[in-house]
Protein backbone atom coordinates (compact mmCIF):
# COMPACT_ATOMS: atom_id res chain seq x y z
CA UNK A 1 0.00 0.00 0.00
CA UNK A 2 2.78 2.31 1.32
CA UNK A 3 4.65 2.06 -2.19
CA UNK A 4 1.56 2.19 -4.35
CA UNK A 5 0.67 5.71 -2.59
CA UNK A 6 3.95 6.84 -2.87
CA UNK A 7 4.09 6.04 -6.49
CA UNK A 8 1.17 8.22 -7.09
CA UNK A 9 2.83 11.26 -5.47
CA UNK A 10 2.53 11.10 -1.52
CA UNK A 11 5.28 13.05 -0.13
CA UNK A 12 3.64 12.13 3.33
CA UNK A 13 2.23 9.06 4.65
CA UNK A 14 0.95 8.46 8.33
CA UNK A 15 -0.50 4.74 9.51
CA UNK A 16 -2.38 4.77 12.00
CA UNK A 17 -1.49 1.57 14.19
CA UNK A 18 -3.29 2.13 17.91
CA UNK A 19 -6.17 2.73 18.85
CA UNK A 20 -4.97 6.47 20.07
CA UNK A 21 -3.02 6.97 16.71
CA UNK A 22 -6.42 5.94 14.47
CA UNK A 23 -8.37 8.17 17.00
CA UNK A 24 -6.49 11.28 16.42
CA UNK A 25 -6.21 10.82 12.71
CA UNK A 26 -10.29 11.08 13.07
CA UNK A 27 -9.89 13.98 15.12
CA UNK A 28 -8.05 15.68 12.30
CA UNK A 29 -10.35 14.92 9.39
CA UNK A 30 -13.12 16.24 11.49
CA UNK A 31 -11.34 19.53 11.91
CA UNK A 32 -10.29 19.85 8.14
CA UNK A 33 -13.14 21.28 7.04
CA UNK A 34 -12.60 24.49 9.81
CA UNK A 35 -9.29 24.26 8.23
CA UNK A 36 -10.62 25.09 4.92
CA UNK A 37 -12.61 27.67 5.86
CA UNK A 38 -10.03 29.64 8.03
CA UNK A 39 -7.98 29.24 4.84
CA UNK A 40 -10.30 31.33 2.58
CA UNK A 41 -12.02 34.15 4.67
CA UNK A 42 -14.77 36.31 2.91
CA UNK A 43 -15.92 33.20 1.41
CA UNK A 44 -19.54 31.00 1.79
CA UNK A 45 -18.22 26.95 1.03
CA UNK A 46 -20.17 24.47 -1.13
CA UNK A 47 -20.19 21.00 -0.40
CA UNK A 48 -20.62 18.44 -2.74
CA UNK A 49 -19.78 14.46 -3.24
CA UNK A 50 -20.46 11.69 -5.35
CA UNK A 51 -19.32 8.15 -5.72
CA UNK A 52 -18.53 5.75 -8.28
CA UNK A 53 -17.27 1.84 -8.26
CA UNK A 54 -13.67 2.17 -6.75
CA UNK A 55 -12.72 0.52 -10.48
CA UNK A 56 -13.31 4.17 -11.72
CA UNK A 57 -12.30 6.31 -8.64
CA UNK A 58 -9.22 8.00 -9.28
CA UNK A 59 -9.94 8.54 -12.77
CA UNK A 60 -13.04 10.63 -11.20
CA UNK A 61 -10.96 11.99 -8.65
CA UNK A 62 -8.90 13.35 -11.50
CA UNK A 63 -11.51 14.57 -13.60
CA UNK A 64 -12.54 16.52 -10.65
CA UNK A 65 -8.81 17.97 -10.85
CA UNK A 66 -8.81 18.76 -14.00
CA UNK A 67 -12.55 19.78 -13.84
CA UNK A 68 -11.33 22.28 -11.07
CA UNK A 69 -8.01 23.99 -13.08
CA UNK A 70 -9.95 24.70 -15.95
CA UNK A 71 -13.10 26.31 -13.87
CA UNK A 72 -10.95 28.40 -11.64
CA UNK A 73 -12.17 27.23 -9.04
CA UNK A 74 -10.90 26.62 -5.09
CA UNK A 75 -12.25 23.34 -3.90
CA UNK A 76 -10.34 20.61 -1.41
CA UNK A 77 -11.23 17.17 -2.31
CA UNK A 78 -11.38 14.84 0.86
CA UNK A 79 -12.77 11.67 1.98
CA UNK A 80 -12.75 8.61 3.00
CA UNK A 81 -12.52 6.81 -0.40
CA UNK A 82 -12.58 3.40 0.70
CA UNK A 83 -15.82 2.78 -0.87
CA UNK A 84 -15.83 5.11 -3.92
CA UNK A 85 -16.94 8.56 -2.30
CA UNK A 86 -15.30 11.88 -2.01
CA UNK A 87 -16.36 15.39 -0.88
CA UNK A 88 -15.44 18.53 -2.38
CA UNK A 89 -15.42 21.51 -0.48
CA UNK A 90 -15.83 24.54 -2.95
CA UNK A 91 -14.80 28.33 -1.46
CA UNK A 92 -17.46 30.36 -3.29
CA UNK A 93 -17.58 34.27 -3.38
CA UNK A 94 -21.02 35.35 -4.94
CA UNK A 95 -20.20 35.58 -8.17
CA UNK A 96 -18.86 32.70 -8.90
CA UNK A 97 -22.00 30.63 -7.85
CA UNK A 98 -23.57 29.85 -10.79
CA UNK A 99 -19.58 28.41 -11.93
CA UNK A 100 -19.39 26.05 -8.92
CA UNK A 101 -23.45 24.82 -9.91
CA UNK A 102 -21.96 23.99 -13.09
CA UNK A 103 -18.83 22.01 -11.49
CA UNK A 104 -21.20 20.26 -9.29
CA UNK A 105 -23.14 19.15 -12.90
CA UNK A 106 -20.53 18.26 -14.64
CA UNK A 107 -18.92 16.14 -11.96
CA UNK A 108 -22.38 14.60 -11.13
CA UNK A 109 -22.89 13.79 -14.87
CA UNK A 110 -19.29 12.36 -15.06
CA UNK A 111 -20.17 9.94 -11.90
CA UNK A 112 -23.51 8.84 -13.45
CA UNK A 113 -21.10 8.46 -16.76
CA UNK A 114 -19.25 6.03 -15.09
CA UNK A 115 -21.62 3.86 -13.47
CA UNK A 116 -21.58 6.28 -9.76
CA UNK A 117 -24.02 8.42 -7.85
CA UNK A 118 -25.20 11.57 -7.56
CA UNK A 119 -24.46 11.46 -3.99
CA UNK A 120 -22.50 9.54 -2.07
CA UNK A 121 -23.44 10.10 1.12
CA UNK A 122 -25.34 13.34 1.87
CA UNK A 123 -28.40 12.85 0.06
CA UNK A 124 -30.19 14.46 -2.30
CA UNK A 125 -30.71 18.31 -1.71
CA UNK A 126 -32.09 20.99 -3.91
CA UNK A 127 -29.23 21.04 -5.96
CA UNK A 128 -29.47 17.70 -6.88
CA UNK A 129 -33.04 16.86 -7.08
CA UNK A 130 -32.84 17.16 -11.39
CA UNK A 131 -30.83 14.12 -11.21
CA UNK A 132 -32.89 11.42 -9.30
CA UNK A 133 -34.42 10.71 -12.93
CA UNK A 134 -31.29 10.16 -14.69
CA UNK A 135 -29.84 8.56 -12.23
CA UNK A 136 -33.19 6.14 -11.49
CA UNK A 137 -34.98 6.17 -14.53
CA UNK A 138 -38.52 5.19 -14.13
CA UNK A 139 -38.11 3.88 -10.17
CA UNK A 140 -38.32 7.36 -8.99
CA UNK A 141 -42.44 7.08 -10.08
CA UNK A 142 -42.06 3.49 -8.09
CA UNK A 143 -40.71 5.56 -4.95
CA UNK A 144 -43.54 8.42 -4.87
CA UNK A 145 -46.07 5.66 -4.80
CA UNK A 146 -44.35 3.99 -1.96
CA UNK A 147 -44.16 7.33 -0.01
CA UNK A 148 -47.65 8.03 -0.68
CA UNK A 149 -49.08 4.92 0.90
CA UNK A 150 -46.74 5.06 3.87
CA UNK A 151 -47.79 9.04 3.92
CA UNK A 152 -50.88 9.78 2.19
CA UNK A 153 -51.10 13.38 4.26
CA UNK A 154 -47.28 14.37 3.66
CA UNK A 155 -46.53 14.23 7.16
CA UNK A 156 -42.92 13.06 6.86
CA UNK A 157 -40.45 14.88 5.12
CA UNK A 158 -42.99 17.79 3.53
CA UNK A 159 -41.39 19.86 0.91
CA UNK A 160 -39.30 17.09 -0.10
CA UNK A 161 -39.09 14.73 -3.44
CA UNK A 162 -39.63 11.55 -1.66
Do not use: C
Not at 3 to 25: N, P
Not at 37 to 43: E, R, T
Not at 47 to 69: F, G, H, M, N, S
Request: hydrophobic fraction near 45%.
Amino acid sequence: MEELVRDAGATDLSIARTQQERAAQWEARHHLYWAIVNAHPSHTFVITDTAVPLVRLPELIAYAQQLLAEMEIQGSIIGHVGDGNFHIIIAVKPEDYERVQAFSERLVRQALAWEGTASGEHGIGLVKRGFMVVEHGASVAWMHRLKALFDPDGLLNPGKLI
